[in-house]
């Protein structure tokens, strides 16, 4: 019986296998010209969107006759109904626009110059919407953040680490503050690692009643310096900036409230420990009462105060502790409710992001969302109609479905069922939506809806490119779950060649990032990486993914089981999904490779080592190789100090395992690294040579983390391909 058993699965399976290559016969196959230079999976999307004041337009930026234009769009036919903005009118080839609360102005920025992830300055002007006029700012030189001051007369910015005022009638310009130089003090915008980790560039916010200016000052002296060489010169250049390695100095924080009236600026009392961190300020709906959040260096403790703008004096309303950390991330969707007297915020304390109602001084009124699943994001509040809206993963941890629920918690409604990824974009008055929906098979179609779900519009099918993906072979993700040695559940796909054979024995290539809180495994349209994938399985090679203990989507205790000990938890779940492929017939467990970028590329390399017996091959893409070379905020949050918790830094770390290495290592880095320094794969190059270990290594010249650029992009993934080929 068991024997019959086994031949009619076997026959079932040769039928499925047989199918597939039927349907891929006649197919192109995906090539890495389509992935990289013919742009073959580009997807079309609706983009600048920017709801208008009486909620029935919303404006969106678009290119016309290959000149920037602002369009005003009808919510209720989705149809076009003027223009607001004509950069070629204007004589202005704008990146970017904003409107002011009242409409009657926008401010445009060009030549738009990057700094890190989220910084960068540009020329700015204000366009008066009735007469058209423009006024450039500052004569054209370039400044950052220029934001509109709530009577639409005044505009805010910073140039050069100081914050500075104009008045638009006037044409006057206040410096606000002049203390401001490069490596030492910044007024108004977030030093590198409060940029890059508490995802924050912009540091000044108005006062609701456009009389006050709040803003951060960083005081970075005492940070110690990075030093990058930059090449393509006779002699070398450096470029210093300050970087808090974990251990060392942070920059000393603190929060000014400028008078416009009075021209005098009040210091806020945020306590008398320095050694803090101070992420957030808000204003409430009283216009003299700031808001900040405090977080103390080792994240465990978060709190939040209310500060009499006039006085500086500070009144704690809520503080949140952990024996692991309070991420600021599931704490970061503050809003003050228009009746002044409560606000809601989000929160995993119960040990899954929810939300929930408080009154004014802190104390809980209720908890509105609650059970096993996490509020990923919330969307928007309707005061008038009592109710909240937010993107939630209760359908699945591999799903972002949209819910409506009433204030008192009652009357939850999907407003979005379909399986997928949804992300949204809400109109200000709460009466429509516009949906970004896509699955793991289909691009995303952008769709107009009104409060109830109901659809109104299709603004985007991507029907081009589903068109052409159709006359495509290609490989179709597969989800599914397995438990660890531990019993622990984990995610993961698999993607198989289109022509897949069930006889034929595959080389397998794992993708890993596996950071806290990260996700891989989503039912959602993927990047250049996913179609790079689809390219090497056109090649024969079988693509599969692990979401690790400590990633994302399943709530506190699953991200937080990696705390004080990364690395550990993450290879031993990589491993065992490895032995999990392993022992499926199509997989040849000899050629079993893995790869990844930062995280990723960290991974990547302890896997290869510690995993020696089951991965014959790796590639590392600018991979943190030690965490006491990675900032103080990120590293800190999960491993504490390394004063604290020496074992936790370099029990994992790829430099203390090289003598481990048994397998093919491929290390790339880009010179001009300014997140994760090229100086983690020069030290682990040191240390495997010490180890006599072989492995190849390639650098690219000046690129920062991204290594993106010119032909960079087509360069690297064909270098890797090559590697693959050759190695697995």
Same mark, same amino acid.
């Given at each position: ?20 290559? !039927? ?11 389509d ?17 208008m ?27 076009e ?13 704008? !990146? ?5 609360a ?17 910084? !960068? ?49 006037s ?9 401001g130089e ?30 006050k ?6 005081d ?101 502790? !952990? ?8 704490n ?7 009746d ?47 109710k ?27 407003l ?6 949804h ?33 109104i ?13 159709a ?84 709530g ?6 990696t ?35 930062s ?13 020696n ?16 070379y990675?900032d ?26 090289v ?33 006599d ?35 697995l």
């Open positions: 019986m068991i024997k019959s058993w086994k031949l009619l699965c076997l026959a079932l399976i040769c039928s499925v296998g047989a199918s597939i290559i !039927s349907q891929a016969q006649g197919l192109k196959k995906v090539t890495m010209e992935v990289f230079k013919k742009g073959t999976f580009d997807q079309k999307t609706v983009s600048g969107i920017n709801w004041k009486d909620g029935q337009f919303y404006s969106s930026q678009i290119v016309r006759n290959g000149a920037p234009v602002v369009v005003k769009i009808n919510v209720a036919t989705g149809e109904s003027g223009v607001l903005l004509d950069g070629r009118a204007l004589g202005v080839n704008f !990146s970017s626009y904003s409107f002011n009242d409409e009657s102005k926008a401010l445009i920025a060009t030549d738009v110059e990057a700094i890190y992830r989220r910084s !960068s300055k540009g020329i700015f002007y204000v366009v008066d919407m009735a007469s058209g006029e423009k006024q450039q700012l500052m004569n054209g030189e370039k400044i950052s953040y220029a934001t509109l001051s709530p009577d639409n007369n005044k505009v805010a910015f910073v140039k050069e680490n100081n914050l500075y005022m104009v008045d638009l009638i044409d006057k310009l206040t410096q606000i503050t002049t203390d490069w490596n030492k003090v910044i007024n108004g915008s977030a030093d590198w690692v409060y940029e890059e980790e508490f995802s924050m560039a912009q540091a000044f916010k108005w006062s609701t009643d456009g009389k200016i709040a803003f951060i000052r960083f970075e002296s005492q940070v110690p310096e990075y030093n990058m060489q930059l090449w393509g010169s006779l002699y070398p250049k450096d470029y210093k900036f300050k970087y808090p390695k974990a251990g060392e100095k942070n920059s000393t924080v603190s929060i000014h409230v400028y008078d416009l009236a009075s021209g005098k600026t009040q210091k806020v009392d945020a306590g008398t420990e320095t050694d803090i961190y101070l992420p957030r300020i808000y204003w409430t709906k009283e216009a003299n009462t700031l808001a900040f959040i405090r977080l103390n260096r080792l994240q465990n403790q978060l709190d939040l105060f209310h500060a009499d703008a006039s006085t500086g004096a500070s009144k704690l309303i809520i503080s949140e502790t !952990s024996k692991t950390y309070v991420d600021l991330e599931y970061d969707d503050l809003q003050y409710l228009s002044g007297k409560t606000f809601i915020r989000t929160s995993e304390q119960d040990g899954f992001k929810h939300i929930y109602h408080h009154n004014l001084d802190g104390t809980l009124i209720r908890q509105i969302t609650a059970g096993n699943w996490e509020v990923s994001a919330m969307v928007g509040v309707d005061e008038k109609a009592k909240i809206y937010y993107l939630s993963t209760e359908a699945s941890p591999l799903e972002r479905n949209f819910y409506v629920i009433n204030l008192d918690g009652k009357g939850k409604k999907v979005s069922p379909d399986k997928g990824t992300s949204v974009n809400m109109s200000s008055d709460r009466k429509f939506y516009i949906d970004y929906y896509s699955t793991a098979d289909t691009p995303v179609t952008v769709s107009l809806h009104d409060a109830s779900g109901k659809e519009k299709v603004l985007e099918d991507n029907i081009v490119l589903r068109d052409r993906v006359g495509l072979a290609l490989g179709k993700k597969e989800f599914f779950s397995f438990p660890t040695v531990d019993g622990t559940s984990l995610y993961g796909y698999i993607l198989k060649p289109a022509d897949f054979d069930p006889n034929k024995k595959y080389p397998l290539l794992m993708y890993v990032y596996g950071g806290p809180g990260s996700q891989n495994v989503l039912n959602g349209w993927g990047g250049l990486r996913d179609f790079w994938h689809q390219q090497l399985a056109a090649e024969g090679y079988i693509i599969a993914c692990i979401d690790n203990r400590g990633t994302g989507g399943r506190r205790d699953f991200k937080h089981s705390y004080a000990n990364l690395g550990k938890l993450e290879t031993i779940d990589q491993i065992e999904g490895a032995k999990h492929f392993a022992k499926m017939p199509f997989v040849d467990a000899a050629r079993i490779g893995i790869w990844g970028w995280y990723g590329g960290y991974m990547s390399s302890l896997a290869l080592m510690i995993g017996d089951v991965f014959k091959t790796a590639i590392a893409v600018a991979p943190v190789t030690t965490w006491r990675y103080t905020i990120y590293t800190e949050r999960y491993l504490q100090t390394p004063q604290l918790n020496a074992a936790g830094y370099d029990n994992n770390s790829p430099i203390n395992h003598n481990q290495l048994r397998g093919n290592f491929l290390l790339i880095h880009g010179t001009g690294d300014d997140n994760v320094h090229f100086q983690n794969s020069v030290d682990l190059v040191n240390a495997l040579i010490t180890a270990k072989q492995f190849e290594t390639f650098y690219y010249p000046n690129k920062n983390h991204g290594i993106y650029g010119g032909n960079t992009t087509w360069h690297l993934y064909t270098q890797m391909t090559d590697f693959l080929k050759e190695k």
